[in-house]
């Protein structure tokens, strides 16, 4: 969609511009807010996902083109008798006729869905929420009054209409794609923050930091005025120009926010200094204004924020946007004289973009002449690759490779001795083979190396009735229906039957030798965000061997690649202790409103729930941790080696001598003995926690903490991550105390102590980061000994 040709960039989402986001087509009044409608558009979709496959099918025929032989040219199924209003989902008949002849063709509507017949139900979900941001935008054009706005709903509205006829994905064809202007409108004003304001202390920094965060919010959710309306307010201003970028912000910024088959981008993150400019005046003069009226319903807390920070806030910025020569706009703003450049610290990061998921087509039903593993094979994510992004100070001079060589953290290792040991590690024929039987071999190992050697398969398979029937995948579903009837006598056969035969469920079948010895049976339900496992048995003569942890492990990679994060069943008395291994509990995850109505209620079984992690290979997991095990045994025995030097008897107590310091004793502290700290020891985890939670506040509070609040960004400080390889921040700290990591005094004093060592490791001693350091940890250690954790 070229920006000036395929789309007339147009005017704005209805209503004048303002304060409240409203959403397109609506009537522009205050009550029409992004978050209403976007709730009622995403209610809409649940509800016609949950639908019948035969009345989805009738929905999509409406779409879909007759494939009648012919060549017939109807674009759309029409119904005989249409009521004479668009009827309400919900008050839809459940009855579908697909040899109901079409009103235009008179083909039937099983005519206009063939190619919909095998479809997966998850596609056909997708294509039907497109079907309904198809029917919103044909809304919006009929109640849209202005012309360019009107054009672009309709632009979009055949996009989308056109992706479901080809059950593609909505991709917007332009001439540019986002971002459309560097620096974007949220780099300037951190680049104004910084500018500004970086001389003042923490506590007076933190407050331009909020006022940043509210400008910016208030920017995503402005709805600009049409082009239209510009031209009568500023007859001299360039409305093509304006019209552009109008245009872009109504087709990936406005309308995805209610119509979320397409990708949605921020406004402050793909505009630039253009497209602030043009609404700046505007917008400073209405929210002034907005917080005059609304002063007396402000909390107390903000009023001063509001009516008297904002306003100088709003004035200082209106110079650099308007400036001909501010540096803010400019590429090479972060770099200095001296070509060095200038420290940044975190000033704002706008909220994640929330992007359309979209659903994988994949059959119900796999050929197992084409089915592999269900679980790819999926890399680990790097611990150094994955640290938090956060903005913050660097190093004052260059990095140079002289500090490369400085001493290392006492207690870190050293990379070439991790290097030489992973080597070790990774080479198979240097790591023992633990016996299947041994204490300390995984539950998963032996069915995981039969997997490797091809003695077991996995494939996920269901029954479906719309595709030719599979010979092989009918034999399998039959023998899962003996397994799971055999090993739950409870359930009765015609249930279990009708489970593993509905199209709605899969099943994971563990596969010896060519016939079925274990599964589990499960629904997905994708718009709920969870699936309910029915059924899982392994044959009685095939237990204790791994399969139900391996089968477990491969259903848990299935769903993280189909981006469902949680498990729900009901488990009996005898099954609790297996789900327990599995890592499901009774602290259920998923809220209660999302599977209620949704799920099978079993009287005298327990519900319990796993919530799965999409980072952890989990057939792999054991593997994993037998490698780390493996490394910390070697480190020891290098380690070991080191110290074996024997020194001479201790002489002294011959002379009268009754006892000596420890730390005396030769070759002590060699072996990586340190004193213990003495102090108390809190024992009740909730004194604990109040206790270092309170310390941790001051130390936040205090005025040198500033540069310690946040992770290290790596572009602010180059090789930061090549000389601190454990690297440590308050705001960390904060999300482990919450999490309740530290249940000793210990473990939050090394992390603690972590901070200021890792600063002084990279940072020069005439450094304003070396003196913090210093000054917050005395202060710090204060702190400590007033709360009793360590003797004054």
Not at 305 to 318: A, D, Q, W
Not at 368 to 381: E, L, N, Q, Y
Not at 556 to 564: D, L, M, T
């Amino acid at each position: 969609m070229a920006d000036s040709t395929g789309i007339q960039l147009g005017s704005p989402a209805v209503g004048a511009a303002g304060l409240i986001p409203a959403a397109p087509g609506a009537a522009g009044t205050e009550g029409s807010g992004a978050a209403g409608g976007s709730a009622r558009i995403a209610a809409k979709k649940a509800q016609l996902r949950s639908s019948p496959r035969p009345k989805k099918l009738e929905k999509l025929g409406v779409y879909s083109s007759c494939k009648a032989e012919g060549a017939c040219k109807c674009n759309g199924w029409k119904n005989q008798n249409p009521p004479p209003t668009p009827p309400q989902t919900d008050q839809q008949s459940n009855t579908v006729n697909l040899q109901e002849p079409c009103r235009s063709c008179s083909h039937t509507l099983g005519d206009h869905v063939t190619h919909l017949e095998n479809v997966s139900e998850e596609e056909m979900n997708r294509l039907l929420g497109i079907v309904l941001d198809v029917e919103y935008l044909y809304t919006c054009v009929h109640k849209e009054e202005d012309a360019d706005t009107k054009q672009v709903y309709f632009s979009l509205f055949k996009l989308l209409r056109k992706s479901i006829l080809q059950m593609g994905k909505p991709m917007l064809e332009a001439q540019e794609s986002p971002p459309f202007e560097k620096p974007s409108i949220e780099q300037g004003v951190n680049n104004f923050v910084q500018y500004k304001f970086s001389h003042l202390p923490s506590k007076e920094r933190q407050t331009i930091m909020e006022l940043a965060k509210m400008f910016l919010n208030q920017i995503n959710y402005w709805q600009l005025e049409t082009p239209s309306q510009r031209r009568q307010r500023v007859p001299s201003d360039d409305v093509v120009g304006y019209k552009v970028n109008y245009t872009r912000w109504l087709c990936y910024c406005n309308v995805p926010q209610f119509c979320d088959s397409l990708p949605r981008y921020e406004t402050t993150q793909i505009f630039g200094r253009t497209l602030l400019r043009s609404v700046f005046t505007v917008m400073r003069k209405q929210l002034l204004e907005q917080a005059r009226q609304e002063k007396d319903k402000l909390p107390p807390e903000k009023r001063t924020l509001i009516l008297t920070h904002f306003p100088k806030f709003l004035s200082m910025l209106e110079e650099e946007v308007y400036s001909h020569s501010s540096p803010i706009w400019s590429q090479d703003f972060l770099v200095g004289a001296t070509g060095g450049q200038i420290p940044i610290h975190t000033v704002i990061s706008a909220p994640p973009v929330a992007r359309p998921i979209y659903y994988s087509t994949s059959p119900v039903s796999v050929d197992p002449s084409t089915c592999g593993s269900v679980s790819p094979a999926r890399k680990p994510a790097s611990v150094l690759e994955s640290n938090p992004v956060g903005e913050k100070r660097k190093a004052s001079e260059p990095l140079h490779h002289e500090e490369n060589k400085r001493p290392r953290v006492v207690g870190d290792i050293p990379m070439d001795l991790i290097n030489e040991v992973m080597a070790t590690i990774s080479d198979p024929a240097t790591i023992p083979e633990t016996s299947l039987l041994s204490a300390h071999s995984a539950r998963d190992e032996a069915a995981r190396l039969e997997e490797r050697r091809g003695v077991i398969e996995f494939h996920v398979i269901g029954n479906s009735l719309n595709q030719k029937p599979n010979k092989r995948i009918l034999m399998w579903l039959v023998g899962l229906q003996n397994v799971f009837s055999h090993q739950l006598p409870r359930m009765p056969k015609e249930y279990i039957t009708r489970l593993v035969f509905d199209p709605k469920h899969k099943t994971l079948s563990l596969i010896k030798d060519g016939r079925v010895i274990g599964g589990i049976c499960f629904r997905m339900f994708p718009s709920q965000g969870f699936t309910e496992i029915v059924f899982c048995a392994v044959t009685s003569n095939e237990q204790v061997k791994g399969y139900g942890t391996h089968l477990m492990n491969h259903l848990k990679e299935y769903h993280i690649k189909h981006e469902i994060l949680n498990f729900l069943t009901y488990a009996d008395e005898y099954a609790i202790g297996y789900f327990k291994k599995q890592g499901f509990s009774k602290d259920i995850k998923v809220p209660k409103t999302k599977y209620v109505g949704y799920i099978k209620d079993y009287e005298g079984a327990t519900l319990m729930g796993c919530e799965l992690n999409p980072s952890i290979p989990y057939t792999e997991f054991s593997v994993i941790i037998k490698k780390q095990k493996e490394i910390i045994k070697k480190l020891i025995e290098r380690k070991q080696a080191q110290i074996r030097k024997v020194y001479p008897g201790l002489s002294c107590f011959k002379d009268g001598v009754r006892q000596i310091p420890i730390e005396s004793i030769p070759g002590i502290r060699e072996t990586g003995w340190k004193p213990a700290g003495k102090g108390k020891e809190l024992k009740d985890p909730d004194q604990l926690y109040s206790t270092l939670k309170t310390i941790l506040q001051h130390v936040k509070s205090h005025q040198n903490a500033w540069p310690f609040m946040e992770p290290v960004k790596k572009t602010e400080a180059p090789g930061y991550y090549q000389v601190i390889r454990f690297p440590m921040d308050l705001k960390t700290m904060s999300e482990r105390l919450k999490s309740r990591y530290y249940t000793t005094r210990k473990l939050f004093m090394a992390d603690m102590q972590r901070i200021f060592t890792n600063c002084r490791e990279y940072n020069a001693p005439e450094s304003e980061y070396f003196k913090c350091a210093n000054i917050l940890e005395k202060f710090f250690y204060t702190k400590i000994k007033e709360a009793g954790l360590i003797e004054k």
